[in-house]
């Protein structure tokens, strides 16, 4: 699993993951972070972009901030922004003047609709990334000025900024320097509780790689790279790091290794564990354990039941769960003060090609569990990467907490929408957790219904312990598929907390990855 593209020798892993990845695939990433109030003056900036509800711009004529000669363009600004009368934000921009040597900078106001539904999160993350897609600019130096309900969403701040500004890119044109500086203000306190910008900004960082991990094309990003990235965060954070592969997968994880198997690169199952949580000595509660486990086909050609045309690109995107595991892993790790468990994340990596090798439909695999599986459905791999590697977590670690990832489903998308991850969960009250952690961060969940017993049926086979892919598609295949990997969980569900979270939409905004699962598995972990 060193890291080879096109003949270039293997680069150490002392580098910053994203940056490594980057120099090698693509043209490097130029745009820099500071989080936190600004320190420099409005002649330091060329752009100014104010995010919030309308009445939050009437104060800034006050702030010492801007010049005198600049208050009648931005008071004019501010009185022609009104609460947009529909579900997209208003937009107001103009020049202000600053003084003779630095000319004049850019403002922009963007007033984010009033109406906010019980579904949405009320920091309107969505609203505030078309705002920053449209107008932020790319390049030279910017202040971002985000106003929130409360600091317990910040978190959702970090996610807009963070998908509005991508990291890959292999256009040929040099990319422009850009620094952007990120202020977030609360129009309320929350319990005396302020902006964690540490985690804001680690979360933002861990965000970026995740989208850019699901940017860059599979002739760059492999298993064997994947495995590599993985090895950069471990050694980055100073958690530990084990590959399983080859022979390893072929005799124990029927699932990833027959999904996998085809390709000239081949599956892998990652394992990371964080260092051990420091604790007091009167405190002698146990430990919780948590495993994160992510899907990551870094492309599904469908394997014999192939995709078509149509519906094949796109599909380096199948390795979006693992992204998200990931990215909130390293940022958890990086802020162990906040890392109250023992925190592993589990990665599935494989390629679902064609070949000489490749599964074939009618085929019996054996999963990690145990279980036999009649493979129906050569293009349904996700849910057989999963029940392996959540199998293998349930046996190796005894966790409290299963959360798995996963791109796994089109139905999704019908199911929850294109904002929404569909969650199935084995415990009402760690379901509507998961909804809470969704606001606060942004990455929007819904819940599936949680019936296996409606679902299971569609799975029978009379040669195996089950089908891998439903018989009746029109019966919530999200949550059929989900049921398919809770097949393989055991006596698990009657004591363990498990959630699944089908991303398979909210993973991109048109054709760029948006980073998602990051700030909500960090919402979530950093709350145990």
């Not at 150490?12 to 990845?21: E, K, R």
């Not at 910040?154 to 040929?172: E, M, N």
């Not at 003060?337 to 054996?366: F, H, K, Q, W, Y």
Request: charged letters at 15%.
């Amino acid at each position: 699993y060193q890291r080879r593209v096109h003949g270039d020798p293997w680069i150490p892993s002392l580098m910053h993951p994203l940056t490594s990845l980057l120099h090698r695939s693509g043209t490097p990433d130029r745009v820099s972070f500071t989080w936190g109030s600004p320190s420099f003056p409005i002649s330091h900036f060329q752009q100014l972009v104010f995010i919030g509800a309308p009445g939050d711009f009437a104060d800034l004529p006050s702030s010492s901030f801007f010049p005198a000669d600049a208050l009648p363009v931005l008071r004019a600004l501010i009185s022609r922004v009104s609460a947009p009368g529909t579900d997209l934000p208003l937009v107001m921009n103009g020049m202000l003047p600053v003084d003779s040597t630095a000319g004049s900078v850019q403002v922009v106001l963007g007033a984010l609709p009033t109406s906010v539904s019980r579904a949405n999160s009320p920091a309107l993350p969505h609203a505030i990334m078309a705002v920053l897609k449209s107008y932020a600019s790319q390049s030279g130096e910017s202040l971002i000025t985000v106003y929130v309900p409360s600091p317990e969403y910040a978190l959702s701040v970090s996610f807009a900024v963070a998908a509005s500004f991508p990291a890959y890119s292999a256009k040929t044109l040099a990319r422009q320097s850009g620094a952007v500086h990120v202020e977030i203000r609360s129009r309320a306190s929350s319990g005396g509780a302020s902006v964690d910008y540490g985690m804001i900004a680690a979360t933002a960082d861990s965000t970026r790689l995740a989208a850019a991990l699901v940017d860059i094309p599979t002739n760059f990003l492999h298993t064997g790279e994947l495995a590599a990235v993985a090895r950069d965060v471990a050694a980055e954070v100073g958690a530990d790091c084990e590959v399983l592969a080859g022979p390893t997968l072929s005799r124990q994880f029927g699932g990833l290794w027959g999904v996998g198997k085809a390709s000239p690169n081949g599956p892998a199952l990652v394992v990371l564990r964080s260092r051990p949580v420091v604790r007091s000595p009167e405190d002698t509660s146990p430990t919780r354990t948590v495993v994160l486990v992510g899907k990551g086909i870094v492309y599904d050609t469908g394997g014999l039941s192939i995709k078509d045309s149509a519906n094949m690109p796109g599909m380096k995107r199948d390795m979006g769960g693992v992204a998200g595991v990931l990215g909130a892993f390293r940022t958890m790790c990086q802020r162990q003060t906040s890392l109250r468990v023992n925190l592993v994340a589990i990665l599935c990596l494989a390629e679902n090609s064609v070949g000489p090798d490749s599964m074939r439909p009618d085929d019996v695999i054996t999963l990690f569990s145990g279980k036999t599986v009649e493979v129906n459905n050569t293009d349904a791999e996700g849910r057989l990467v999963l029940g392996d590697g959540i199998s293998y977590a349930i046996r190796t670690f005894s966790p409290d907490y299963i959360i798995d990832m996963a791109t796994l489903t089109g139905a999704q998308g019908f199911a929850t929408g294109r904002k929404h991850a569909a969650i199935f969960c084995n415990n009402e009250d760690l379901e509507r957790t998961f909804v809470d952690c969704g606001k606060r961060s942004g990455n929007l969940v819904h819940a599936l219904p949680y019936c296996p017993e409606f679902f299971r049926r569609d799975f029978t086979s009379v040669v195996a312990d089950m089908k891998n892919s439903a018989s009746d598609r029109a019966n919530c295949g999200s949550a059929g598929a989900a049921t398919f990997i809770s097949g393989h969980m055991g006596s698990y569900l009657e004591r363990g907390l498990w959630v699944h979270v089908d991303m398979a939409s909210p993973v991109h905004d048109a054709e760029r990855a948006t980073g998602y699962g990051v700030g909500l598995l960090v919402d979530f972990v950093s709350r145990l």
